[in-house]
Structures are given as structure tokens and as C-alpha cells.
């Protein structure tokens, strides 16, 4: 780390040390630095850890959702709840999919596009979320992978990842309903942009799977 | 970064400054000497600071995060917000086997009267053989009595069917191979046209003719011809279903025949399409003093002083905006009163307009007014402008004294104040800077700011108005009309319909249920004339508790059933059925408790035709609201039909079907079904419409990085300065 070693040198150096100590504005200009980077960073650090706590508690409502709870959500006063459990048995991941793709609800968990039907039901199920928390398994989701949708009656769909591309944000016609049963996830791009808002998205269909036997109970 | 975003990562840094604090006291007093060893110590320790950092971050954020994330998720959020995406299943494309549709437009305007002939002629200029599906608007008060289909020479006369039998019919004639045309309501706004089996290089048209009342509002008569449905938001869940899909919105939950109303739209560079041509033949009654044409361009020929014949200037304009005529009576001198009938069936119908003269200003009110304006995608560019410029000059029009508010709805809703404060400079001031701010994008989910702006209070010391600025383009309108209707109490709702193609239908339906009244502002400069005749609306005495008399004997059927509160420059308005034209009717009602009163010989009438078909239509209307009031749907949809079958009337019940005997297309021959693709209303952005994919990506890692930098720069500088210290 570079800044480790500038400290490291300034200390082993202490002929420098002779010089004038800093003045107070400076001291008060590191102090503001000091602050603001806190800040920063905490920032950066909530919005992380939201988004991974959350998937905890949207855990235990989603079983709660299994036993037959409608709407069931994951603390009093949220406006969302799980729709269903998104599963890639290869990665060995494990997601909660909420309902609504907007900003407050992906927040906390990849979102199911309202007006889409609910993810394993037929037609196409649009699922939105950010490609720096929940939905950042998609850069190593590969062509043929399988990837499960668990219900709210437990029963489970398989579906192939068939295809990935990189499209502009107004390509919303990935969200056309005509075809067979299917997912598709969509995520900003590319991955390792820094700042939110660029105008491309990263989208991967998945198809439902022709060999559908033993879907219940098996997990990856 | 929300509010409690911002708090949370305050507390935090708080913390860590504390911290800092206490690590910096206790350096100082383990700092006996320049020894490298305690350097190295330093060195360790402050790594262990950064982490602890890092890791106080997450356990502080732990606990009060999602607490508080959770509250502020449930209120409108902020930049995390995106533009909501509309789901689309066309391209922006048209087919290849759309018939080109053009529209000829006549009317005859006599008194406060119109009569509309409009025709659609099909063309198909492709090498199949095609049926072609038109979605249009129609003002929402047409009363649609005949539909003819011509083919080549022949005009076919139309019947009027119940929807389904009619469909029934068209489907027998489509599969037969003959010609058929087919008309459906789908709102009281919306229609759709069929015809099917249009050959190769052919042309079939659709003539339809309609009634309608002239609007008479402060001084002046308009008529408005709406010439394309705006995309509409579409709310709900997606419910599988429909057997074919022509609109670009699949059926949902909340809008079972969304698919029905969203005709596919032509990106804007895909050019104009669906050309209108418009002539009207005006008989004013009285002599004219000014015609004007707000939108379009028109060439106007005085015939005599009452008479004016009006044309586009440019012949054909693309359906992308309404048309609207309007004219003043001379030197002001409107009629007081009106009265027409027709004889018909044994029957005379009627229709009467009464003016009261105008209010004498009468003491001020206070007032609560709470203005909601609608900044969806659809509201994006010239709509926004419009709404923001009215919504200012409201602002500054508030009187001290009064209280206000602002709500603004896109896919969420959110008010400028928690409650309504008092009109003061700065409250004004903030409301103004907080609408300049506003941007339009996303979705229309509108129940939530009715909800926020109709608290269904009552018996408050205020008058209690809402002012509506939208462009109405939803495909809920009934949900929202429950919904008012359910929450209004003493509050008075105003519609404003922005934009070039504002919905009639919940313009005029929503200010009905709620009591006010509604206007249309279609371009910036008319912001000022229009928003003051608002004005002059809310702060001037309502005439109340209208009533009218007819004469004894004399068995009469009139709509509407209960005369609404009038506002300033407003007439009365009433269809008629009556069996004898004998005595007087009298209409009395009460303005700032001075009584007033008008009364009409029923035999000193002007014969007109049409009246018939307008009082049906009035009295459909009202068939159809009793079902929001809880009547039994079975039964007033049964009523409608015999009403509407014995007037010729189009309704959401029933059709009018034209079927061509001659069977013309071989049967060996394909019949292709496309929709014939609508422009964008003029004016709008569609982009902004149409939304876009949800944005999948937080600054979270960004964040990170620079405020660990920061921090490590921090750090570093207050370290070497005791470092040197040191030494």
C-alpha cells in the first residue's frame, strides 16, 4: 500500500523530523480530511453492508413466505418483499429476488420488474439489481449454466443461461413477453466501473430448462 | 445520498473522529522518546486504525442501518430512484403489412351544437391481403350514432350490436372473406376501428359520424377534436392473457384491457404518419367576433356575420395533437339562455343552456389550496414547462392568509411540506425553487398522490381545494375515480390537462367527481390566460344548490340527474326528454346567499337535430357512474344496451359492425392482422416515455475508495506531524 510506505519513509527518516512541526491550519485541514473521508467511506461501506445484511432478514421472511405467509416482509416497514430465491448451484450462490426492480427495493436485493410475471411463471421475468452487490455473480455466469427460481410453494424451476450481452439502457425490449419461459437479469455494465449511471446494462437470459424432472428439493 | 444516509454516516464519522481522540491522547502519553521501536508500534497501531475504521463502519452500520434505511426506503427515495420502465412490445417500428391510414374531418356547427363526419379510409399498400386495427380518440362527450363502410362506390349502412355479438359478426364476415369494419369503445375517449380483408393496393373507409355539445366557458365556445391516444402508463402486474397482442402494453392487473388502449408509437424519426385534414362549416347563431385556433394553423372565410367556414392552412397535419376552435359571441353579448329540441319517436328531446350573469366578487374566503403536479416520463419536455410556469404563477397568485402545499408524482409521491403552511415570501420562495427543481421521469403511479392530496376531511373551516396539473395519461382512469369519489369529503378537485394530447376522458370525469372544474393548457403562452380564468374559478362565490323545475305535468327525464355547483363563467347545462312542450322550467340556485333564478318558456325553442342522441348519451353517463356508486353492474350494463340500441349509440356495451355481402378475398388467400401505428404526441420525449432498463450499480466501491484514501491521507499527515514531534 502506497500510502503505508510514504508514512513508513517519512518515520525512517527522522532528520525531518528537525523541521518545523505542522501548522495549526494544517492539523485542522487533516482533521476536515479525516472527517470527510469517514464519511465517505462509511457511505460506501453502508450501502454494502445494507445490501448484504438485508438478504439475512429477507432470509427468514422468505421461510416464512414458504409456509404460506403472503407478501411476507422482511422487516415491519418495508415496502418490498421476496418474490422468490434465485439459485446458481455452479457459483454457489444464493439470492433473494424482491418485488419491484426500483431503487429503493434493489437496494436490498435483486429486483423483480413489476409488470413482468413473478420469476417462474410463464413468460418473461425481468429481474434488476447491481452489479457491485447482488447481481455481480453475472460476470462468471457462463453460457449453459443452470440457475434455479424457488417459488413461494417451494417448488422449483431450472433454467439454462443461454446468452449475455452488453446493451444500451434503452434496449427495453429485452422485456418482451413473447416466447417460452424465461428469465432475464439485467445489471449495469461494465463491472468494474466506479461511479453508478452509465448508459450500459448487462443482460443474461436464461431459458426454462426442457428437462424439468426433479425440481423439488434439489439444491446445488 | 438520502437524509438518513447522510445521518447515519454523521453518526459514524462522529464516532470515528472520537476515536481518533482518544488514539491521539493516548499516543501522547506512550510517547516517552524518539524510539524506533514505538515508530514501528505507531505503524501497527495506525493499520489497526484504519481497520478498526473500516470495521466500526460495518458494526455501527449493522446496528442502525437498516433501521433507518428501512424508514427512508418506505418514503419517496431520492437518487436511487430510476425511470420506471414501461413494458413495450413494439419496437417503434411500424409493420410492414400496416394499412396507411388517413382521416377527413367535417363538421357543422350550429348554435351550441357540433356534428361530426369522420372518415378513415384504410389503405393497403402492400401486396397481401390485411386487416387493419385503428386506436383513436374522440372527444369524451361524443355521442357516436352511425357508422358507414364504404367500399370503392358502395356505402354499407352499420347496425348497432351488443360488443360481443358484434364482434361475433365481424369475426363470421372476416372469416367468409367479405369486407367488414367493426367500431368498439374502449373508454368513453378511446375507440378502435377493425376492418378486415382490405385487398391488395385497396382502400376501404370508415364514416362515422358523432354529436356532440359545445363547451361554453367564460365568454367563449369551443370545439376540440383529439386526433391521438398518448402512450399511457400502464400500472399493475402482468396478468397472461389476451389471444392476440396488438398494443404495446400487455394487459395488467389494475388495466385487464391495457393491450386494447396502447396503439403501437412511431419513434419520431420514424416521420409522421396518419394524416387529418379538417373543414368546419360555422352557424354561431349570432354574429362572431373572433375565431381563433390555438394549435393549428387555419384559413378562416367569413361568409356573413355569423358564419365562418374554417380549413387547415396546410390541408393535412400528422394526429399528433388535439385541434380546438374557439369564438366569442359579439361585443360579449352571449346568450343568456338556450333552449333546442327535436322531435323524435313521439318524443322531444332537449337541450338547455342557461348562463348566470357573473359573480359580484364577494367576500374572501381563507382558502387551503394544495397543488399536485404530475412529473412522469410522459410529462418530459414541453408538457413539464407548461405545468411548471402554471404551477408558479399559482404560487405567486396564494394570498397571505391561505395555506398550501405541493405534491409532485412520478412512480413515487412526495409533498413539499409534511402539512400545508401558510403563505408567507419564504414558504413561497421554497415551494417555487423545490417545483424548478423537479424533473420529469419515470412512471404515473397516481392513486398515491390522490391519496396525499384528498385526506377525505370534512366540515373544515377552509375551503379546501386541489389543483391537478397532469396530462392524465394513465390507464386506470376508474380506480382513480373510485378513488376520489371515495376520499373527497369538502375538498374540491381542479383538473388542469397539460400537453398536446391531455386524456379528456380524466380531465373532465375526475373534476366532475371532484366537484371543480377543469381546463386545458396545450402550449406556454396560454399558461397566463388559462390559469387566470382558474383563478378566477377558485376565489370567486360558487352558484350552489342548483335546482331545476320542470312544469307540472309534463313527465320529463333529464340529465344531469343533480345540477353540479357552477363555477365563475360556467352555464348550466341540461339534456332533456320530454312528452309536451307546455309552460316553464325554472332553474334556481343560491351564490353567497343572494338567490337566483332563470326561467324558459319550454315552447320558445330552436329546432336542432341530434338532441336525441346527446340526451342518450347523457343519460349512459350516468348509467355508468351509478355502478361507482354501487349499483349492480348486470343490470345497468342490461339498461345501457336497450338504451343504446334504441339511439344507435356506440358504448363500452355495444358495437357498430358493417359487413360487405360480397365475399373478396379468395380463400386460398392469407389475411395478415396488423395495428396502424400512432405518432407521439407532439411535443413529447420518447425516451422518456418509454423508459429505460433499471440502472443495476451503487457507489458503493467509489465511496470506499476515495474516503479510504482520505482517510489514509489524513492519517498520514497528522502521524508525521508527530512523528516529528518526536524527535
Known amino acids: 500500500m502506497k500510502p503505508d510506505l510514504a508514512w513508513g519513509a517519512e518515520c525512517a527518516w527522522p532528520a525531518r523530523a528537525a523541521e518545523r512541526p505542522l501548522a495549526r491550519p494544517w492539523k485542522y485541514l487533516a482533521l476536515g480530511l479525516l472527517l470527510v473521508g469517514a464519511l465517505q467511506f462509511g457511505q460506501g461501506a453502508w450501502i454494502q453492508a445494507k445490501a448484504w445484511l438485508a438478504q439475512a432478514l429477507i432470509a427468514q421472511a422468505w421461510s416464512r413466505s414458504l409456509h404460506g405467509e403472503k407478501e411476507a416482509k422482511p422487516w415491519p416497514w418495508a415496502d418490498t418483499w421476496p418474490v422468490a430465491r434465485l439459485i446458481a448451484p455452479r457459483l454457489g450462490i444464493e439470492r433473494y429476488v424482491l418485488a419491484g426492480a426500483n431503487g429503493s427495493a434493489i437496494a436490498f436485493g435483486p429486483g423483480h420488474l413489476s409488470g413482468t410475471p413473478v420469476p417462474g411463471e410463464a413468460g418473461n421475468s425481468v429481474i434488476g439489481g447491481h452489479r457491485d452487490t447482488h447481481l455481480a455473480f453475472l460476470r462468471h455466469v457462463k453460457s449453459g449454466d443452470e440457475l434455479l427460481i424457488e417459488r413461494a410453494d417451494g417448488t422449483r424451476v431450472a433454467y439454462q443461461v443461454r446468452d449475455a450481452l452488453v446493451l444500451d439502457k434503452r434496449d427495453v425490449w429485452v422485456a418482451k413477453q413473447e416466447g417460452p419461459r424465461r428469465l432475464t437479469l439485467v445489471t449495469c455494465f461494465p463491472f468494474d466501473a466506479l461511479r453508478a449511471g452509465g448508459p450500459q446494462r448487462y443482460v443474461v437470459f436464461a431459458f426454462e430448462s426442457r428437462n424439468r424432472g426433479g425440481e423439488r428439493g434439489t439444491r446445488g | ?727
Open chain 2, 1 to 727: 445520498m438520502e437524509l438518513p444516509e447522510f445521518f447515519a454516516a454523521f453518526a459514524l464519522s462522529g464516532r470515528q473522529a472520537a476515536s481518533a481522540g482518544a488514539w491521539n491522547a493516548r499516543m501522547q502519553t506512550q510517547n516517552p522518546g524518539a524510539n524506533a521501536r514505538l515508530i514501528a508500534f505507531d505503524l501497527i497501531a495506525f493499520v489497526a486504525l484504519a481497520a478498526a475504521i473500516a470495521l466500526s463502519a460495518a458494526v455501527v452500520l449493522i446496528a442502525v442501518v437498516l433501521l433507518l434505511s428501512g424508514r427512508a426506503e418506505a418514503s419517496p427515495p431520492g437518487e436511487e430512484n430510476q425511470g420506471t420502465l414501461l413494458l413495450r412490445t413494439t419496437d417503434g417500428k411500424a409493420a410492414a403489412s400496416a394499412p396507411l391510414l388517413s382521416t377527413d374531418v367535417s363538421f357543422r356547427v350550429s348554435g351550441m351544437l357540433a356534428r361530426a363526419r369522420v372518415v378513415q379510409t384504410f389503405h393497403n399498400a402492400s401486396a397481401d391481403w390485411v386487416e387493419g386495427v385503428y386506436v383513436f380518440p374522440l372527444p369524451e362527450n361524443a355521442a357516436v350514432d352511425r357508422l358507414q363502410m364504404r367500399v370503392g362506390e358502395r356505402l354499407i349502412e352499420s347496425e348497432i350490436r351488443e360488443r360481443a355479438a358484434a364482434r361475433q359478426v365481424y369475426d363470421q364476415a372476416r372469416a367468409g372473406g367479405q369486407r367488414t369494419a367493426l367500431m368498439d369503445q374502449e373508454r368513453p375517449n378511446i375507440f378502435t376501428t377493425r376492418v378486415a380483408n382490405i385487398g391488395p393496393q385497396e382502400l376501404v373507409a370508415v364514416e362515422l359520424e358523432y354529436q356532440q355539445p359545445l363547451r361554453y366557458d367564460n365568454g367563449r365556445y369551443s370545439l376540440r377534436f383529439p386526433m391521438v391516444v398518448g402512450p399511457r402508463y400502464i400500472p399493475g402486474n402482468l396478468r397472461v392473457s389476451a389471444t392476440e397482442q396488438l398494443g404495446w402494453s400487455w394487459n395488467t392487473e389494475q388495466v385487464p384491457d391495457a393491450a386494447r388502449i396502447t396503439p403501437p408509437v412511431l419513434r419520431p424519426a420514424a416521420g409522421p404518419v396518419n394524416p387529418v385534414s379538417i373543414r368546419v362549416a360555422l352557424d354561431a347563431g349570432v354574429p362572431i367576433a373572433q375565431v381563433a385556433s390555438p394549435y393549428h394553423r387555419v384559413d378562416i372565410r367569413t361568409v356573413s356575420p355569423s358564419r365562418r367556414e374554417i380549413e387547415l392552412a396546410a390541408g393535412a397535419v400528422p394526429a399528433n395533437k388535439d385541434f380546438e376552435l374557439t369564438w366569442a359571441p359579439q361585443g360579449g353579448g352571449a346568450p343568456q339562455l338556450a333552449w333546442f329540441t327535436e322531435h323524435k319517436d313521439g318524443r322531444h328531446y332537449g337541450l338547455l343552456m342557461v348562463l348566470p350573469p357573473a359573480a359580484a366578487p364577494g367576500a374572501r374566503l381563507a382558502r387551503e389550496v394544495v397543488f399536485v403536479l404530475d412529473t412522469s416520463g410522459s410529462m418530459a419536455g414541453a408538457s413539464i414547462r407548461q405545468a411548471k410556469d402554471a404551477l408558479e404563477l399559482a404560487l405567486a397568485r396564494l394570498a397571505p392568509g391561505d395555506l398550501f402545499n405541493v405534491i409532485e408524482f412520478n412512480s413515487t409521491a412526495q409533498t413539499l411540506f409534511a402539512d400545508a403552511q401558510p403563505v408567507n415570501p419564504r414558504n413561497v420562495r421554497r415551494a417555487t425553487d423545490w417545483v424548478q427543481s423537479l424533473h420529469a421521469r419515470g412512471g404515473t403511479e397516481m392513486a398515491p398522490a390522490l391519496r396525499l392530496a384528498l385526506d377525505g376531511s370534512d366540515g373544515s373551516a377552509r375551503v379546501r381545494q386541489v389543483v391537478f396539473l397532469t396530462d392524465g395519461a394513465v390507464g386506470n382512469e376508474e380506480a382513480l375515480f373510485r378513488l376520489i369519489r371515495e376520499r373527497l369529503g369538502d375538498t374540491r378537485l381542479f383538473t388542469v390537462g397539460i400537453g398536446s394530447a391531455p386524456n379528456s376522458h380524466f380531465m373532465s370525469k375526475a373534476a366532475q367527481l371532484g366537484r371543480g372544474t377543469f381546463t386545458y393548457i396545450g402550449r406556454i403562452d396560454e399558461v397566463q390566460a388559462k390559469m387566470g380564468e382558474l383563478f378566477a374559478k377558485l376565489e370567486s362565490p360558487v352558484l350552489k344548490g342548483l335546482e331545476v323545475h320542470w312544469p307540472q305535468g309534463v313527465t320529463v327525464e333529464s340529465w344531469p340527474a343533480r345540477v353540479p355547483d357552477l363555477y365563475a363563467g360556467e352555464p348550466v347545462v341540461i339534456a332533456a326528454a320530454l312528452d309536451r312542450l307546455e309552460g316553464e322550467v325554472r332553474v334556481s340556485g343560491t351564490r353567497d346567499a343572494r338567490p337566483w333564478e332563470a326561467r324558459v318558456p319550454l315552447a320558445l325553442n330552436g329546432s336542432g337535430v341530434g338532441m336525441g342522441s346527446l340526451w342518450a348519451r347523457g343519460k349512459v353517463d350516468a348509467l355508468i357512474d351509478s355502478v361507482r356508486e354501487g349499483a349492480p353492474e348486470e343490470e345497468i350494463r342490461r339498461q345501457v344496451i336497450a338504451l343504446a340500441t334504441a339511439h344507435r349509440l356506440v358504448t363500452k356495451y355495444t358495437s357498430f359492425v358493417a359487413v360487405d355481402k360480397t365475399p373478396a378475398r379468395p380463400s386460398g388467400a392469407q389475411l395478415k392482422l396488423a395495428a396502424v401505428p400512432t405518432n407521439l404526441p407532439e411535443g413529447w420525449e420518447y425516451d422518456k416515455v418509454f423508459g429505460e432498463l433499471p440502472q443495476g450499480a451503487t457507489d458503493s466501491r467509489y465511496a470506499m475508495l476515495t474516503g479510504a484514501l482520505m482517510l489514509l491521507l489524513a492519517l498520514s499527515t497528522l502521524l508525521a506531524r508527530r512523528g516529528r514531534r518526536f524527535a
